[in-house]
């Protein structure tokens, strides 16, 4: 099965491209994105299950804390920086983020948006929200950043960086309508500003 | 009976070659032999052949036994085997003894044909890429145009890295396992004070002792004692043998009192009686000399640019001898060149001895990543 956010971005992802996918999971966005575009590069991972899920999938796949940076990246080696269900769980949120675009031309960005209504509404009913998306409770959550689409543009702001399209779903179909209300799911491409 | 993961009982064979080998140090072997097993089946166009590099106390037994009561199995019998993650079902693998070893390749120990005595202190040095050299005209003898995988631990990961800036066209796959670049000066620093500790020997005779009927044990018990304090972690070591009193009393002497004293004595002494000095010193310099970036003087990633194959590179995380970071150095080198590799570290309490050992999430990469060879 693949992830909602899979097509989008591999529709962004030039045929090959040189892709870095941060967090990769075990290797299955990077193993769609080499069959379906023809992709060629990393995936990085800390986790051991996910390392050796990643060799069976056959991808590249490197063993990383991605809280300790993308030194053993050189600057400007890639097409596009993934980092997809990721951001949210990073401690070190900004500095991914300039690390990605430092080794990286463009980012994409893929993040569950606690924006969405149904979250704002356990919010607002007393409860910390739990969905397809936040799947956790507040007492296992790996995430430690969760943050609305508002709040990432503004990041963005401040970063410097320019957003060069962002795509919306809830339950992955596209949402076009009030996409902080409406959307479940935000899927970002962005590159250094001007 | 062996067990049906074993590769039953093997036979050492012998290659000789009459082609001289120009040593990288300028010395010239007229000729030599070079002792080596082999285990499953090489295949009809000869694509399925593994090599498999030894490190520094390492020799070409690397699986199976000699004989049905033989207690003792090949170093790496737990990798490599019928199904295990080495699968000589499908795969042909080759270990033989470098050059200059002492388990019956031309080394120190070997008789020099120009003297009739053993070669001694007039065994020229040899390096890293004069085994590559070696093992590569072992391959032609083989008729082993490209090997499946090329792989190796600590000195043998060596072996295999130069392999593949060497033969790029000649490695499809390479496994560098708890290896590195290059040593670091505290890394050479051991292996001069383990050099020092057998040339000080008297009974060392210059490296000619064999002609005194006598080895300097003490030099070499020696040696053997500080390398395996340094391939063990200080945890490993201490949930093993701890502060335990071989009496359970102190007895305010010099005998062995402490269970660790014990254990590296023993250690030593049974290395010190199977191994030959002149092959020890040869094999860490060896070592201490290997630099890819040697001639060029410039990055490791520029010395790596020739590499082809694909590249399996994994570190253990108590491995200070050969740290993980020394296997990240390699790593960058490759991603610099968009090699591509894939890099694991593997937590493990062992020391650098973690790469002989049957760890399962370890033994399970190695086998997930044999899946994406062809055989």
New interface residues.
């Given amino acids: 099965m693949t992830r909602h956010d899979f097509q989008t971005i591999a529709s962004w992802v030039k045929p090959g491209s ?1 892709v870095l996918d941060l967090g990769c999971g075990d290797g299955s966005l990077l193993k769609f994105l080499q069959d379906t575009r023809q992709a ?1 590069g ?1 995936g990085v991972e800390l986790t ?1 299950a996910n ?2 899920a ?3 999938n ?7 804390d991605l809280e300790s940076g993308l030194s ?3 600057s400007g ?1 890639f097409d596009h920086v993934i980092l997809s269900q990721t951001l949210q769980a990073m401690r070190h949120t900004e500095a991914i983020l300039r690390e990605m675009l430092r080794v990286g031309r463009e980012g994409i960005v893929t993040f569950p948006n606690f924006g969405y209504w149904k979250n704002r509404l356990q919010v607002l009913r007393g409860h910390m929200p739990v969905s397809d998306d936040i799947p956790y409770q507040w007492y296992d959550t790996p995430n430690v950043h969760l943050c609305t689409m508002h709040d990432f543009e503004a990041l963005c702001v401040k970063l410097g960086f320019h957003i060069r399209e962002r795509v919306v779903m809830t339950a992955g179909a596209p949402v076009h309508i009030l996409p902080n209300l409406a959307g479940s799911l935000a899927v970002y491409r962005f590159e250094r500003g001007q | 009976m062996q067990p049906a993961s074993s590769v039953g009982i093997v036979v050492p064979q012998t290659a000789h070659f009459t082609t001289p080998l120009t040593l990288k140090s300028g010395a010239v072997l007229p000729s030599y032999d070079l002792v080596y097993e082999t285990y499953g089946m090489l295949n009809a166009d000869k694509s399925n052949a593994i090599l498999v590099c030894h490190a520094l106390s390492g020799n070409h037994h690397v699986a199976g036994v000699y004989a049905e009561q033989d207690k003792k199995p090949g170093w790496w019998d737990n990798m490599v085997g019928p199904g295990k993650p080495i699968d000589t079902d499908r795969f042909f693998v080759i270990g033989l003894n470098n050059l200059g070893g002492c388990h019956g390749s031309t080394g120190p120990a070997s008789i020099d044909p120009i003297t009739g005595q053993p070669f001694g202190s007039h065994f020229p040095l040899v390096t890293v890429e004069d085994w590559v050299e070696s093992q590569a005209r072992l391959a032609d003898s083989l008729g082993i145009r490209q090997f499946a995988v090329i792989m190796g631990g600590s000195l043998g990961g060596m072996q295999a890295l130069h392999w593949s800036i060497k033969h790029p066209e000649r490695v499809r796959h390479c496994l560098v396992i708890a290896s590195a670049p290059k040593l670091t000066a505290q890394n050479i620093a051991f292996n001069d004070v383990a050099r020092q500790a057998i040339l000080t020997d008297p009974d060392f005779h210059g490296g000619d002792f064999y002609a005194h009927d006598t080895r300097p044990r003490r030099g070499l018990r020696l040696a053997r004692m500080l390398g395996h304090i340094t391939y063990l972690s200080d945890d490993v070591m201490g949930s093993k043998f701890g502060r335990v009193l071989r009496s359970g009393a102190f007895n305010y002497g010099y005998d062995v009192e402490f269970e660790i004293e014990s254990y590296l004595r023993y250690q030593g002494d049974k290395f010190a009686e199977s191994f030959d000095a002149n092959t020890y010193l040869l094999m860490t310099k060896a070592l201490d000399y290997f630099d890819p970036t040697h001639h060029s003087g410039g990055k490791l990633s520029d010395a790596l640019k020739p590499a082809q194959a694909d590249f399996l590179v994994l570190s253990f995380t108590s491995d200070w001898r050969f740290a993980p970071e020394r296997s990240r150095e390699i790593v960058k080198a490759l991603l610099d060149n968009e090699c591509r590799v894939s890099y694991a570290e593997i937590t493990s309490g062992h020391g650098h001895d973690a790469f002989l050992m049957p760890d399962a999430h370890y033994h399970s990469l190695v086998r997930a990543y044999m899946e994406r060879v062809a055989s």
Avoid: C
Avoid at chain 1, 58 to 64: A, L, S
């Fill in positions: 040189k060629r990393y051991d390392i050796l990643g060799v069976k056959g991808i590249n796949i490197i063993q990383n053993v990246f050189e080696s």
